[in-house]
T-cell receptor, first 115, second 117 residues
Framework: AQSVTQLGSHVSVSEGALVLLRCNYSSSVPPYLFWYVQYPNQGLQLLLKYTTGATLVKGINGFEAEFKKSETSFHLTKPSAHMSDAAEYFCAVSDRGTGRRALTFGSGTRLQVQP | KAGVTQTPRYLIKTRGQQVTLSCSPISGHRSVSWYQQTPGQGLQFLFEYFSETQRNKGNFPGRFSGRQFSNSRSEMNVSTLELGDSALYLC????????????????FGPGTRLTVL
C-alpha cells in the first residue's frame, strides 16, 4: 500500500520568507502526486499536480513543487510567503497506470505566516 | 460552472441513527469519490462511484455505503452511527476521459460536518 509522509505538522514562517513544505512517498512505482490546500471550514483546493514530463511543476498562488524520483520526494515551495497562505496543506498520491483514482493523503502541514 | 455542492453542510445525529449525505458533482463530471476527514485519522478514502457503479472502496465497515444516480449525483449513507463517525465528509468529482486515467483532478466540495452525540 502507498503511504505519504509530510514532515512537520506545523510550520511557521515570516511574511516574505521562503515556504518549504516537505512530502515523501513510499511506492515502488512513482505515483501521481498532488498538493492540496484547505482553508478553515472549506474543502480542498488543488494547488498543483505531477503526472509526467517536467519534474518542476508550477501551480496556483505562486507555489511550485519538484518531483525527485531518487529521493521519493515532492516538496512544495513558495519564494515569498503571504499572510493569505496560512492554511493546511496536504500532499496526496494516486496509483499510476491503474485507473484507480483514490487519493492517499499525508497527515497535513499547518502553515502559519507571521507578520 | 458551479462547483461541487454538498448538502447538508452541518448535521447532528445521535448514536444508532442513520444518516444520508448528498453530493452534486460539477456538471459533466462522471466520477464521484467520498472521503472522511477526522483529526485523528486524517483524510481517508471511502469509495468512488463512476457510471452508477462502485469502482473502488476504502477500508471502512459495511455501515458505510453509497450510490450514484444516472445524473452522476451521489449519496452516501452511514447506518448505526457511532461516536467515531463524527467527521467532515468530503465529496470530490472528476472528469473521466475515455482512458479512465487516474490523472484526472479531483475537485472537492465544502464538505458535510457530521456530529454524532
Amino acid at each position: 500500500a502507498q503511504s505519504v509522509t509530510q514532515l512537520g505538522s506545523h510550520v511557521s514562517v515570516s511574511e516574505g520568507a521562503l515556504v518549504l513544505l516537505r512530502c515523501n512517498y513510499s511506492s515502488s512505482v512513482p505515483p501521481y502526486l498532488f498538493w492540496y490546500v484547505q482553508y478553515p471550514n472549506q474543502g480542498l483546493q488543488l494547488l498543483l499536480k505531477y503526472t509526467t514530463g517536467a519534474t518542476l511543476v508550477k501551480g496556483i498562488n505562486g507555489f511550485e513543487a519538484e518531483f525527485k524520483k531518487s529521493e521519493t520526494s515532492f516538496h512544495l515551495t513558495k519564494p515569498s510567503a503571504h499572510m493569505s497562505d496560512a492554511a493546511e496543506y496536504f500532499c496526496a498520491v494516486s496509483d499510476r497506470g491503474t485507473g484507480r483514482r483514490a487519493l492517499t493523503f499525508g497527515s497535513g502541514t499547518r502553515l502559519q505566516v507571521q507578520p | 460552472k458551479a462547483g461541487v455542492t454538498q448538502t447538508p453542510r452541518y448535521l447532528i445525529k445521535t448514536r444508532g441513527q442513520q444518516v444520508t449525505l448528498s453530493c452534486s458533482p460539477i456538471s459533466g463530471h462522471r466520477s464521484v469519490s467520498w472521503y472522511q476527514q477526522t483529526p485523528g485519522q486524517g483524510l481517508q478514502f471511502l469509495f468512488e462511484y463512476f457510471s452508477e457503479t462502485q469502482r473502488n472502496k476504502g477500508n471502512f465497515p459495511g455501515r458505510f455505503s453509497g450510490r450514484q444516480f444516472s445524473n452522476s449525483r451521489s449519496e452516501m449513507n452511514v447506518s448505526t452511527l457511532e461516536l467515531g463517525d463524527s467527521a467532515l465528509y468530503l465529496c470530490a468529482s472528476s472528469l473521466v476521459g475515455s482512458s479512465g486515467s487516474s490523472t484526472d483532478t479531483q475537485y472537492f466540495g465544502p464538505g458535510t460536518r457530521l456530529t454524532v452525540l
